[in-house]
């Protein structure tokens, strides 16, 4: 379309007009009105200043060049617009003081396309916890160093359960770390350490089989209670380890035989450490008189092999 100029003079005389200065000043003011557009043939290139363009002229993005989906433009090095790809999935728009870049968000955190952040397991320590923190339904609060909230709730409930530790305590390290306490096996007691280490599951009592009674002096061999610890308690007792009723002494299997019961001719002398028991039968023939059963007499005739000697520490 062309563009096409109409001249509308200021004053158009007729012929009974007087020509005076003032209808010469109107002569001299035409209105002059511009129609159509202005063709790119009619443009040269380039020609279009920022100043021509109005302020409020409100063009449409359709007008711009065409970019990726996904991308924004920013400014360049060279202050020009410069286009950055800004779809990648879960990456974030950082600045690092000169430019934009696209980057994904690493460290203690991931970030979803849909925008859900995850905080990484592990990640979050109890120095990062501000000390007005408080669960509004169950948790932890650390208004005096971290603790599970009282707040009605089982606090047993707000434990995570861990499958792998089933049977296990937990306890405080000699460093002051938190640690788990090994766990024992059936019969065994929770014992205090020495020092600041943790406790340990260990048995309470063991009864240290020292073999077939002896009938003679000597030394007692050295024999390992297992117990884990050094004991502080020792003592010892007879058992009847055969099938069958000893004719001698009235005892039969199983019976266990100590205190008033046994009479040791001279003396025996016991001893224990961290690991061992053991002990020494001072000189004479027979050393122990088993008294019967029933009647409380002393009995040395009975078959030794019948009857074992048994050392309790714990």
């Known amino acids: 379309m062309a563009v096409t100029a109409t001249v509308t003079p200021g004053k158009v005389f007729g012929d009974s007009d007087v020509i005076t200065k003032e209808t010469l000043n109107q002569l001299g003011q035409p209105t002059v009105s511009v129609d159509g557009s202005v063709g790119s043939l009619a ?25 990726s989906r996904g991308s924004v ?31 994904a968000v690493s460290g203690d955190i991931s970030l979803a396309s849909t925008g859900a952040v995850t905080i990484a397991s592990g990640a979050v320590e109890a120095g990062m916890l501000n000390t007005n923190a408080a669960a509004t339904n169950g948790g932890l609060e650390v208004s ?29 390290a000699s460093s002051g770390d938190p640690a788990y306490v090994t766990k024992g096996t059936e019969g ?60 001698v002494t009235g005892y039969t299997q199983y019976d266990r035989i100590t205190g008033s019961a046994i009479d040791v001719n001279e003396n025996i002398s016991l001893w224990m450490n961290a690991t061992q028991v053991g002990g020494y039968l001072v000189a004479g023939s027979t050393h122990f008189n088993i008294r019967h059963k029933t009647s409380g007499v002393d009995k040395q005739g ?7 000697l048994f050392i309790v520490v714990g």
């Open 43 to 67: 443009l040269s290139d380039g020609s279009v200043t920022n100043a021509k363009v109005a302020g409020d002229a409100a063009i449409n993005l359709t007008k711009l060049e065409g970019i």
């Open 73 to 103: 433009i920013i400014g360049n090095s060279s202050g020009k617009g410069a286009v950055v790809d800004a779809n990648d999935n879960g990456k974030i728009l950082v600045g690092d003081g000169t430019d934009l870049n696209s980057v």
């Open 144 to 172: 005096s160093g971290m603790k599970i909230k009282d707040d009605g709730i089982d606090p047993l409930t707000k434990l995570a359960g861990h499958a792998d530790r089933k049977g296990q305590l937990i306890t405080y």
């Open 188 to 247: 065994h007691v929770l014992r205090a350490a020495d020092g600041d280490n943790p406790p340990v599951f260990a048995k309470k009592t063991v009864a240290v089989d020292m073999g077939t009674l002896p009938t003679s002096s000597g030394v007692l061999s050295a024999v390992d209670h297992d117990l884990g610890y050094t004991p502080t308690q020792l003592s010892w007792y007879i058992e009847k380890v055969t099938a069958g009723t000893d004719s």
């Open 302 to 308: 009975y078959t030794a092999s019948d009857y074992k």
